[in-house]
């Protein structure tokens, strides 16, 4: 399958912000590894989910792929094309092409603009068609995130909507380029319960309409599963496994996706409560620990080499990826 | 005797467009070292009910109707004085929704603590750091973590800090308001099987309030389905999810995949809760309720008894 988005041995490390003195003290800047050193693809038409905790660099690789930010190293290909070496004026019309969905649609809409100049500003800043033709297109995107019809929605201001159906305008003004991929970062967690379906399915059916490609964001596994192809495990700016929906939650290999999985509450009354495997909590990306980033909280320390050397991502088959010492692939 | 009994509560807010019935006429009970679980969307009702039950609403806000019998006293005739000598942390106490801004972040989080003691019972400085030390012990914190302060803590440590609060005077009944969220999975599952041991540990009864209905299967015994302001159904865990009578009921577990299951198209409840400003007339859940009769736009359903202590309001049960 043709691929969209090709991501190799990305990096970004924030700078720590350090006063006068404390500059003068230690003379070595800290960086926040936020990502460090990933590599993926995703394909055409496929919803590749990226799981983590908060911190583990998610939404940092999220907005790494958009350009949205520079990455400190690393190459990232979009349809072919290397966007490191572009410039700002260069990105721009490659943007066309790639868009993106925040978490939270209460501060993602300016509360000022109506819901069809929120839809036309991207054709705006593109300079896409006439008047009558962004009217048009703006009428079809609103169609096709099932606001209709369109006219009851053109002219109301984001307060006038419930959660929902902002979210689905901020899909809607992803579409309205007619992207090849978009980015979906945590799209429903702000959403209630009861209507997160809404907006997945929409998701879903948009990649089966127009072939368009995802990145979903998320810390939902439940939802990760039954939306994604496939799923990458990110842990302190690192994947630690990745494969197809079905390997990664059905049978997770890598230690911390295994407790990542079975502290997922299931909403059976009678099924076995969740044990919880592992102790602690996310260490700083500032230093992380050495050798395996996962030693300090792993139920299954191999041994020394956990603590020393620092796995790969090697493949145990059929495209499943993992990087764990338990593993030492083929 | 339950701990807690909540007959026909009736809160509504004041607003200059008119009142808000915020909760309409629910109804539950809390046994001791039981846990109740109130969920529904947001906007149904579901904290104003804990609100009302300490006496705390926003100043808008007020009980019109109903009895809360907390230990057959009746909550609503008690005077703000009288709330906070006997109820208040020694009878009910509540863990606010938010671990990362419950705490006040220029004190220390074990004096804060024992302000909270010292307040309500008295007893020395001293004999109340040693009850934060023990307190600590109890939620798995290190007690010498206790002169800390909050922004030293991380989020599981606050929220489980925030609970040792909650237990300093010995509560009967522990409000728990959205004790999962803002938490990471891993964080939260500890943060869940705390609450179930500290349940059989003390023997307490709890109320958890949230929209995560998977955490209700986890923790508790008895579930509140609440919709609009009233009771959609009522019944033990189990009941609930096994044999969920009220369509709202079916669509909201309908709306939780679990991991476990094949894969499948999620399903969602079309439309948007109602506005309590001017709900819907009759049964509320009507405009989104996929069987919705004639009789369902003309008259309110009623909770029956279906058995086993099993509440249901829906039309299509009365008809049975």
Request: glycine fraction near 6%; proline fraction near 7%.
């Amino acid at each position: 399958m043709e691929e969209i988005v090709r991501v190799e041995n990305l990096r970004k490390w924030f700078p720590v912000r350090m006063g006068f003195w404390e500059t003068l003290l230690t003379r070595r800047q800290l960086f926040v590894r936020a990502v460090d050193g990933i590599s993926f693809e995703i394909k055409k038409a496929e919803i590749f989910g990226l799981a983590g905790e908060s911190g583990s660099g998610k939404t940092t690789t999220g907005r790494l792929v958009l350009k949205l930010i520079d990455p400190t190293s690393g190459r990232i290909f979009f349809e072919g094309r290397d966007l490191a070496p572009l410039s700002e004026k260069e990105m721009k019309p490659v943007r066309k092409r790639m868009q993106i969905v925040f978490q939270d649609p209460y501060e993602s809409l300016n509360p000022r603009m109506t819901i069809a100049d929120i839809m036309a500003e991207p054709l705006r800043i593109q300079k896409i068609g006439s008047e009558e033709e962004i009217e048009k297109r703006v009428h079809q995107a609103l169609e096709n995130v099932q606001l209709v019809p369109p006219e009851e929605f053109l002219f109301r201001f984001p307060h006038e909507l419930s959660g929902g159906q902002r979210q689905r305008v901020a899909t809607g003004r992803a579409l309205v380029l007619d992207p090849s991929f978009i980015v979906a970062d945590e799209p429903v967690s702000m959403l209630d319960v009861s209507i997160r379906a809404e907006v997945l399915n929409l998701m879903v059916e948009l990649v089966r309409k127009f072939g368009v490609s995802f990145l979903y964001i998320t810390h939902d596994l439940a939802l990760a599963r039954h939306i994604c192809d496939r799923i990458a495990i990110m842990y302190l700016g690192k994947i630690m496994e990745k494969g197809t929906a079905e390997q990664v939650i059905l049978e997770p290999l890598h230690p911390y996706t295994q407790a990542l999985i079975s502290a997922v509450p299931v909403p059976d009354p009678e099924s076995a409560r969740v044990e919880v495997i592992i102790k602690g909590e996310i260490p700083s990306p500032i230093n992380p620990p050495p050798g395996c980033r996962f030693h300090t909280r792993c139920p299954v320390v191999v041994g020394e080499i956990c603590r020393t050397k620092e796995p790969q991502l090697v493949d145990v088959g059929n495209g499943h990826m993992v990087a764990c010492h338990l593993y030492p692939g083929k | 005797m339950p701990i807690l009994d909540v007959k026909e509560l009736r809160t509504y807010f004041t607003t200059l467009r008119g009142p808000v019935k915020a909760v309409d006429g629910v109804s539950f009970q809390v046994e001791k070292g039981e846990a109740v679980g109130l969920a529904g969307e947001s906007g149904c009702g579901k904290t104003t009910t804990a609100l009302s039950i300490l006496k705390i609403l926003p100043s808008n806000g007020r009980v019109i109707g109903g009895k809360i019998l907390f230990k057959g006293m009746d909550i609503v005739k008690l005077s703000e004085d009288e709330m906070r000598k006997k109820i208040r942390w020694k009878g009910v106490s509540i863990v606010f929704q938010g671990a990362m801004n419950a705490l006040n972040p220029v004190f220390r989080v074990g004096d804060q603590i024992s302000e909270a003691i010292l307040t309500h019972e008295k007893i020395s400085k001293e004999e109340a750091d040693e009850r934060v030390r023990k307190l600590f012990e109890t939620v798995g914190l290190d007690p010498e973590r206790a002169p800390n302060y909050p922004h030293e803590f991380s989020g599981g440590m606050r929220q489980r800090a925030l609970i040792a609060m909650a237990l300093a005077c010995n509560p009967a009944l522990l409000i728990a308001d959205e004790p999962g969220t803002a938490l990471d999975v891993i964080v939260a599952a500890q943060v869940l099987k705390l609450m179930r041991e500290l349940k059989k540990k003390l023997d307490l009864a709890m109320i958890m309030i949230t929209h995560d209905l998977s955490i209700i299967a986890e923790t508790c015994e008895k579930c509140v389905i609440m919709y609009g302001g009233k009771v959609a159904e009522y019944a033990d865990v189990v009941s609930i999810f096994k044999d969920p009578e009220h369509p709202y009921t079916q669509g909201l577990i309908n709306a939780f995949p679990s991991i476990k299951a094949p894969r499948t198209e999620l399903t969602s409840i079309p439309g948007s809760p109602p506005d309590l400003l001017d709900p819907p007339p009759a049964c509320r859940f009507h405009p989104r309720c996929p069987y919705a009769m004639e009789i369902c736009r003309k008259e309110e359903p009623m909770p029956i008894d279906i058995g086993k202590q099993h509440y249901v309001a829906c039309h299509l049960v009365t008809k049975k």
